[in-house]
């Protein structure tokens, strides 16, 4: 087996130092597609929180918000985030620099870690993968926990693995493993699974009499302490944070979400050309565990390179593990899975220059073949990052600055982001507007929901919208189209259309008004099919109608749901049909007013209101009413529902 640290001679020929030249190159490299990201990209929902955490911290010192819950996760990105607007400004650019900061520092580590435990070739093809990896880019572009997690996490890391292959070389390392676990945790609460997977690897590698090492138990009692700590900053302020969670959208508990958990973390690993790098992965694995059996070593005993391997390799396939079983479903996003990455890339890389060493010995080879390596990652990855700049993001900055210019006096304003209306604002929104799912984001204040965050009043359904409309004052709700689609239910849609007219339109946000509350109409007839009635891939969920009659306008609200395949607009017609055939009158149009895009309509229907005005002679007699439903270009969908 060719030695794998042949290129470790630090600093010693020109291959060591071409190879920190262009380290430092991609170092710049990613700096600049991530400064790029906060000059170009608009803020992601989640952002506005973390900047009005930051806002609340510059005038009080602390994270506690008008809800009165104290803002815990991401503490420390919401401290450097506050510190930089104290030095530039309060704006989201200044506010983002720290990630963009901390996920420089990520590839400079990346690069320092596969250095040190492999060699310097496989901590340039991490680097280099890191740097233009577009979900990293992504992550260090807001003022979000990502980046910085990520940073600590391989800090935290690094250090428990040099400790564990070194427990009684002094106190440097169990400081540094207890200060990197102690910053990652109060970044991110996540850091949590990471705590017994140190303890295994120190366990495994140097079996259970290093437990009684004080270093070692050092190590363990700091992280304890450090967890309590965390555990109890979630409970200032007159609001348990972690109980509201835990009891709405839980953190922990025994799951075994596997499907969940692989449909929202598997395609880091598997979409694209990503199975290339997770084979690569496994091959180093696969290698280092050989040696390990093969020769019956124990872990301390095998090479460095494929010591790092194997330890770098249990973290990831712990978490793996943790997420599969005990890891709640609402948080089996990609996002919470991006501290592994690291890992993931330094694993592949390690694979790779296995197999570019097993093919030769020439140093001429290893250099054109890991020249070449580094050529084709940015080839492959050079538009990947570019299309981080292009992310589906919402602008409620523009549109809640667009309020701003035009509210008067007494005016409110309610939207299901409040955050939002707290950051362009200055001051909370006066409504929590959201009728599903609300729960998790709501706290009981002085006998009523409120939003979690900034304390705006709960409107959840379509009689708190009404009451809060019959108000002599203006009413202002914003909404980006995916939430109008998903965060209502039907008759709350209704009412936003019959009693709101759009005022302005920015991006995928839009602006409603309402000035004063409309008569509404006298529906008379309504039923619920069961099943509900399928035409093409739309759904009839239910309908209600006002009572025919000649001469006056005849209203009819369809609710249709979708089963998932409609992606495109399309519209749908309403004809009123007589019993000899005749056509008396018809209405055509979008469902949801063309306001919301078929395809996020999912289970929850979605109201589509139809108006026809029947002739002065229309006679009595038996009448029918035929649904059809066609895209743009006049195909229908399915045969006519009578």
Not at 519 to 533: D, G, I, K, R, W
Request: glycine letters at 8%.
């Amino acid at each position: 087996m060719p030695q794998q640290h042949d290129d470790k001679r630090r600093g010693t020929d020109w291959w060591e130092r071409g190879i920190i030249l262009i380290a430092i190159l991609f170092v710049g490299v990613g700096a600049w597609w991530r400064l790029l990201y906060i000059q170009q990209v608009g803020l992601h929902v989640d952002e506005y929180v973390s900047l009005y955490a930051a806002t609340r911290i510059l005038d009080g010192g602390l994270p506690i918000l008008p809800s009165g819950m104290f803002y815990g996760r991401g503490l420390l990105t919401s401290y450097l985030a506050a510190g930089a607007m104290a030095l530039g400004g309060i704006n989201a650019v200044i506010g983002r620099l720290p990630s963009v900061v901390m996920g420089a520092l990520g590839i400079v580590v990346i690069f320092a870690m596969g250095r040190s435990e492999w060699n310097a070739r496989v901590g340039l093809l991490a680097a280099v993968a890191l740097a233009l990896l577009a979900e990293a880019i992504d992550a260090a572009g807001r003022v979000r926990f990502y980046a910085q997690f990520m940073l600590w996490t391989m800090l935290t890391l690094w250090a428990a693995y040099r400790m564990t292959r070194r427990p009684e070389a002094g106190w440097r390392l169990p400081w540094l493993v207890v200060t990197f676990f102690t910053l990652a945790l109060f970044t991110q609460e996540e850091m949590i699974l990471l705590y017994p997977v140190i303890i295994v690897g120190l366990l495994l590698w140097n079996g259970i009499g290093v437990l009684a090492q004080a270093p070692v138990q050092f190590v363990i009692a700091g992280g304890a302490v450090a967890m309590l700590a965390r555990f109890a900053l979630e409970r200032v302020g007159p609001i348990d944070a972690f109980d509201a969670i835990q009891t709405t959208k839980a953190y922990v508990g025994l799951f075994f979400a596997w499907q969940s958990a692989w449909d929202g973390f598997g395609p880091l690993f598997t979409d694209d050309l990503r199975p290339v790098w997770s084979i690569l992965a496994v091959f180093a694995v696969a290698v280092a565990l050989f040696v390990l059996l093969w020769r019956r070593r124990r872990l301390a005993a095998l090479a460095p390179y494929h010591q790092a391997t194997l330890y770098f390799a249990l973290f990831f396939a712990a978490m793996w593990l943790a997420v599969l079983t005990v890891v709640g479903e609402s948080w089996h996003e990609p996002r919470f899975m991006l501290f592994v990455e690291p890992n993931w890339l330094l694993l592949g890389a390690a694979g790779l220059v296995l197999i570019i060493d097993l093919v030769s010995e020439s140093r001429i080879w290893r250099v054109a073949a890991t020249s070449g390596a580094v050529g084709v990652l940015v080839w492959l990855m050079w538009p990947m990052a570019g299309d981080a700049l292009k992310p589906l993001t919402v602008d409620y900055t523009a549109a809640l600055e667009y309020v701003a210019q035009h509210r008067v006096p007494g005016d409110r304003v309610a939207t299901p982001q409040p955050p939002a209306c707290a950051w362009v604002m200055g001051t909370p929104c006066s409504y929590y507007a959201r009728g599903l799912d609300y729960e998790p984001y709501v706290v009981r204040k002085n006998g009523h929901l409120v939003d979690r965050w900034t304390g705006a009043l709960l409107l959840s359904s379509a009689s708190d919208l009404r009451a809060a409309i019959r108000s002599e004052r203006r009413i202002w709700l914003v909404v980006d189209r995916d939430r109008l689609a998903n965060r209502y239910d039907a008759a709350s849609l209704e009412t936003i259309f019959e009693q709101f007219d759009v005022a302005h339109e920015v991006g995928s946000t839009l602006v409603f008004v309402a000035d004063s509350l409309k008569p509404s109409p006298a529906y008379t007839v309504a039923q619920t099919a069961e099943p509900p009635l399928v035409l093409g891939p739309l759904h009839l969920v239910s309908w209600h109608a006002t009572a025919p009659a000649a001469g006056e306008p005849f209203r009819l609200v369809l609710n249709w749901a979708q089963d998932g395949d409609l992606r495109d607009q399309i519209s749908t017609s309403v004809q009123l049909v007589a019993a000899d055939g005749r056509r008396i009158s018809q209405a055509d149009g979008p469902p949801g007013e063309g306001l919301i895009l078929m395809r996020d309509v999912g289970k929850d229907p979605i109201p589509d209101r139809k108006l026809m005005y029947l002739p002065d002679d229309l006679t009595d007699g038996w009448y029918r009413l035929e649904v059809v439903a066609y895209t743009p270009e006049g195909v229908l969908l399915g045969d006519p529902l009578p």
